[in-house]
């Protein structure tokens, strides 16, 4: 049931059946303790295909599988050589979400990083109240207890086929014989040492990151030879564990107990059908598959405000930032992590309450800031970098995955003899209610700093399917941007039949109701000239951003899939028989 097409018809409301779970309800699985033998499996798919940050982690998946591998091992091996090859936001020591379609069976795990034990709601705040800026941002007190290796380490004894050290085994290679530095490191690199100048030991791991230069990690290399003998534990409860509390121990709160008491969670995710489609994304703490299911609805909701408005032309900005500003009202206000806070998800995505919002939107001119209330009874900025990566193997199982250490290289603290790079996921709570993160966005009390909660992300690694097949795996970095971003691209491919390359290469903008009225765009296809005249001319002002996000993409047509990698980046794609 293609009901968009080319944004001509319309879509029943009833339709759009909401399916999805109260945040009480979520789901812990107790993974498997040992590996069910593999069973030969038919393949439904004329091949695999993966699309990546860049090209060693392309490399290290398609020696996966060869091996045999399936999607969740190859995922594996991408997270843990993106750890090594793009450091800037492969990590281990930050935090992510993935989402599986595992014989058509849809799974969410969380592995985001949770607030240290010694953790207060103030801690960033002075003696007056106001934050300390950069403090939540750069070195040793920004930084979460990382989740990133439990998260790999549930997955794969779940639902990987091959050995855990096959998996490690791309990584350890980058890290003890090195890989060729790019431009685009070098330059993320330069950009980063500015903020963490005098702050953090920044320089005196990264110094050589050099264009041209082949950059060797044998503290690293140590580190992954360990986890790939030891399990997940080196890194929670041994050697690793104590490197990284000694590291933290006079500046940091983390401890080894912080590490010792971490644990991945397996939840529900947010599912929804759209259009034909069932959308599985992230559910709480991350706000993201709230908000794409949202915009996907109010926007069908729309159909007739939006028949016959040419993509990206100035009525189209204006509707489109109008759904936004209702989303991100509800963002501020609603969101959090749902162990600590009870999210409304279910009302939040119900359609009688989308389809409310949806009737408020001004159709010719942009609704006063101030009376876009949250529906249900304020917004937040946040670091745009993070990476993502979807993965499709020949038996039609999928991985979306989004990780992430947040700003580029987290809080520029690499711990002493590890060469972990540490995030600084803890400016993504809210840390005075009301006062914007380096997103822009604001946060409410949902949001607050508490020990072992997690910060609200907007990480949306998301999978499509129809009639129980992968139809579209796809993700991108950006901050509060994620699930905008994600949101344009599904519409050029479904509302606007743009091939998928076409789709993911299309301009993007984004307005999220903080500053009122304003419209980011990106440095890859500006807003500017003529569009940029209209658009102001309905009240906005436009902002350059300097991030465009890094969509990776695969699509399934038929029985082929076709992967597409963003051309922002230095992503990779591969189709592998
Ligand atoms: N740190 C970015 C996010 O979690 O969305």
């Given at each position: 049931?293609?009901?968009l097409?080319?944004?001509k018809?319309?879509?029943?409301?009833?339709?759009l059946?909401a399916?999805?779970?109260?945040?009480?309800?979520?789901?812990?699985v107790t993974?498997?303790?040992?590996k069910?033998p593999?069973?030969?499996?038919?393949?439904?798919?004329?091949?695999s295909?993966?699309a990546v940050?860049?090209?060693?982690?392309?490399?290290?998946?398609?020696?996966?599988?060869k091996?045999?591998g399936?999607a969740v091992?190859a995922a594996?091996a991408?997270?843990?050589?993106l750890?090594?090859t793009y450091p800037?936001?492969?990590?281990?020591?930050?935090?992510?979400?993935?989402?599986?379609?595992?014989?058509?069976k849809?799974?969410?795990?969380?592995?985001?990083?949770?607030?240290?034990?010694?953790?207060?709601?103030?801690?960033?705040?002075?003696d007056?109240?106001?934050?300390?800026?950069g403090m939540?941002?750069?070195g040793?007190?920004?930084?979460?207890?990382?989740g990133?290796?439990d998260?790999m380490?549930?997955?794969q004894?779940?639902?990987?086929k091959l050995?855990?050290?096959?998996v490690?085994?791309?990584?350890?290679?980058?890290?003890?014989?090195?890989f060729?530095?790019?431009?685009?490191?070098?330059?993320?690199?330069?950009?980063?040492?500015?903020?963490?100048?005098?702050k953090?030991n920044?320089?005196?791991?990264?110094?050589?990151?050099?264009?041209g230069?082949n950059?060797?990690?044998?503290?690293?290399a140590a580190?992954?030879t360990?986890?790939s003998?030891?399990?997940?534990?080196d890194?929670y409860?041994g050697?690793?564990?104590?490197?990284?509390?000694?590291s933290?121990?006079?500046?940091g709160?983390?401890?080894k107990?912080?590490?010792?008491?971490?644990?991945?969670?397996w939840?529900?995710?947010?599912?929804?059908?759209?259009n034909g489609?069932?959308?599985?994304?992230a559910?709480?703490?991350?706000?993201?598959?709230i908000?794409l299911?949202?915009l996907l609805?109010?926007k069908?909701?729309?159909?007739?405000?939006?028949?016959?408005?040419?993509?990206?032309?100035?009525?189209?900005v204006?509707?489109i930032?109008?759904i936004?500003k209702r989303?991100?009202?509800?963002?501020?206000?609603?969101?959090?992590d749902?162990?600590?806070?009870?999210v409304?998800?279910?009302?939040?995505?119900?359609?009688?309450?989308i389809a409310?919002?949806?009737?408020?939107?001004?159709?010719?001119?942009?609704?006063d800031?101030?009376?876009?209330?949250?529906?249900l009874?304020?917004?937040?900025?946040e670091?745009?970098?993070?990476?993502?990566?979807?993965?499709?193997?020949?038996w039609?199982?999928a991985?979306?995955?989004t990780?992430t250490?947040?700003g580029?290289?987290g809080?520029?603290v690499v711990?002493?003899?590890?060469?972990?790079?540490?995030?600084?996921?803890m400016?993504?709570?809210?840390?005075?209610?009301?006062?914007?993160?380096?997103?822009?966005?604001?946060?409410?009390?949902?949001?607050?700093?508490?020990?072992?909660?997690?910060?609200l992300?907007?990480?949306?690694p998301?999978?499509?399917?129809?009639?129980?097949?992968?139809?579209?795996?796809?993700?991108?970095p950006?901050?509060?941007r994620i699930?905008?971003?994600?949101?344009?691209?599904?519409?050029n491919?479904?509302?606007y039949?743009?091939?998928?390359?076409?789709?993911?290469?299309a301009?993007?903008f984004?307005?999220?109701l903080?500053?009122?009225?304003?419209?980011f765009w990106?440095?890859y296809k500006p807003?500017?000239?003529?569009l940029?005249?209209?658009?102001e001319?309905?009240?906005?002002t436009?902002?350059?951003?300097?991030?465009?996000?890094?969509?990776?993409?695969?699509k399934v047509?038929?029985?082929?899939?076709?992967?597409a990698?963003?051309p922002r980046?230095?992503?990779?794609?591969r189709?592998?028989?």
């Amino acid at each position: 049931m293609r009901l968009l097409r080319n944004n001509k018809s319309s879509v029943s409301r009833l339709a759009l059946v909401a399916l999805v779970s109260v945040s009480s309800c979520f789901l812990e699985v107790t993974p498997a303790i040992a590996k069910a033998p593999a069973k030969a499996q038919p393949a439904v798919l004329t091949a695999s295909a993966i699309a990546v940050a860049d090209k060693y982690s392309a490399d290290a998946a398609e020696q996966i599988f060869k091996e045999g591998g399936n999607a969740v091992d190859a995922a594996v091996a991408i997270a843990f050589t993106l750890a090594v090859t793009y450091p800037e936001a492969g990590n281990i020591g930050g935090g992510g979400f993935m989402t599986l379609y595992v014989d058509g069976k849809p799974y969410f795990l969380d592995y985001r990083e949770r607030a240290p034990l010694a953790a207060t709601k103030n801690m960033y705040l002075d003696d007056k109240g106001e934050v300390i800026k950069g403090m939540s941002l750069f070195g040793y007190r920004a930084v979460g207890v990382p989740g990133t290796v439990d998260g790999m380490w549930e997955a794969q004894r779940r639902f990987g086929k091959l050995k855990w050290k096959q998996v490690l085994a791309p990584a350890i290679h980058y890290a003890r014989d090195g890989f060729e530095v790019s431009q685009q490191l070098q330059d993320r690199r330069d950009e980063a040492a500015k903020d963490f100048a005098g702050k953090t030991n920044f320089d005196a791991y990264f110094g050589n990151l050099k264009q041209g230069v082949n950059f060797k990690q044998p503290d690293l290399a140590a580190v992954l030879t360990r986890i790939s003998d030891q399990g997940a534990k080196d890194f929670y409860s041994g050697k690793t564990a104590d490197l990284i509390a000694a590291s933290m121990h006079g500046h940091g709160l983390i401890t080894k107990a912080d590490l010792v008491q971490y644990k991945a969670v397996w939840r529900q995710p947010v599912q929804a059908d759209w259009n034909g489609y069932r959308v599985i994304t992230a559910p709480p703490p991350s706000s993201g598959g709230i908000g794409l299911v949202q915009l996907l609805k109010m926007k069908a909701d729309l159909a007739p405000d939006f028949k016959d408005v040419p993509l990206n032309s100035p009525q189209y900005v204006h509707l489109i930032a109008e759904i936004e500003k209702r989303v991100f009202a509800d963002r501020a206000q609603y969101l959090g992590d749902p162990d600590f806070y009870k999210v409304p998800i279910a009302q939040l995505t119900d359609d009688a309450y989308i389809a409310k919002r949806a009737a408020e939107v001004n159709p010719t001119t942009p609704s006063d800031t101030k009376s876009v209330q949250p529906g249900l009874g304020t917004s937040m900025p946040e670091k745009a970098e993070t990476t993502h990566f979807s993965v499709i193997d020949k038996w039609g199982n999928a991985v979306s995955n989004t990780y992430t250490i947040n700003g580029y290289f987290g809080s520029g603290v690499v711990a002493d003899r590890t060469g972990i790079v540490l995030n600084d996921e803890m400016d993504d709570f809210s840390a005075k209610p009301g006062v914007a993160n380096m997103f822009g966005v604001v946060g409410s009390d949902a949001n607050s700093i508490e020990p072992k909660k997690r910060p609200l992300s907007s990480m949306t690694p998301t999978i499509l399917t129809k009639d129980g097949k992968v139809a579209l795996v796809i993700g991108t970095p950006g901050g509060s941007r994620i699930f905008t971003s994600i949101f344009q691209v599904i519409n050029n491919i479904y509302d606007y039949d743009m091939p998928l390359p076409d789709a993911v290469a299309a301009m993007r903008f984004h307005h999220q109701l903080l500053p009122p009225n304003t419209i980011f765009w990106e440095p890859y296809k500006p807003i500017d000239g003529e569009l940029a005249k209209q658009i102001e001319a309905k009240g906005y002002t436009l902002k350059g951003q300097d991030f465009s996000g890094d969509i990776q993409a695969i699509k399934v047509n038929g029985d082929t899939p076709e992967a597409a990698a963003d051309p922002r980046g230095r992503g990779v794609t591969r189709v592998i028989q």
